[in-house]
């Protein structure tokens, strides 16, 4: 019944299924689908809560703690939000997904030193990970920190995805900025 709901588009009716379902407690994979379609309803906090529990519940799941960070700092709570994703590389080391939100996370902390680690340890296990480089090279240029690195990195970036608009920004701006 959810999933009829949700392809018709009724998220708050899908959340209500899977919250109704007696499932709910024994699979994580059931949380993140309750979580999501709290999200898709509007209904953020409820989510995160949702995903809070399950944390408790699983902790040793990883996407659990990996949406559990995300929706932490969709709540506005980025310092909760990078401690889950270093939860989440606690659990799964080189998780790469963990790796580039905790980067973002700490940048939005206005810790560039600590974003700067996590995206050149991701950058180091993937060299040619575009988004990496430009977050990092944007991040370097909007702030007037070695542009001539920060050009660099954003132009590996708009050379391995060159039909990226956002990559093109990026190296006009930190051109703009040198």
Do not use: C, I
């Amino acid at each position: 019944l959810a999933l009829m709901a949700e392809e018709a588009g009724d998220y708050a009716e899908a959340a209500k299924q899977v919250q109704d379902s007696a499932a709910l407690s024994e699979d994580a994979a059931l949380s993140l689908r309750l979580s999501y379609y709290l999200t898709q309803a509007g209904r953020l906090k409820e989510a995160v809560a949702v995903l809070e529990k399950g944390h408790a519940h699983w902790p040793a799941n990883e996407e659990v703690a990996y949406f559990l960070g995300l929706g932490l700092d969709d709540l506005k709570l980025p310092a909760k939000g990078a401690a889950m994703m270093e939860k989440v590389l606690k659990l799964k080391p080189g998780h790469r997904d963990a790796l580039f939100q905790l980067g973002a996370m700490r940048e939005k902390m206005g810790d560039l030193k600590a974003a700067e680690a996590a995206f050149r340890y991701l950058l180091k296990r993937q060299p040619n990970d575009a988004a990496a480089l430009n977050y990092l090279g944007y991040s370097l240029a909007d702030r007037g920190q070695r542009l001539e690195e920060a050009l660099a990195l954003v132009e590996r970036a708009a050379a391995l995805d060159p039909e990226s608009g956002a990559y093109m920004d990026s190296v006009g701006w930190t051109l703009f900025k040198l």
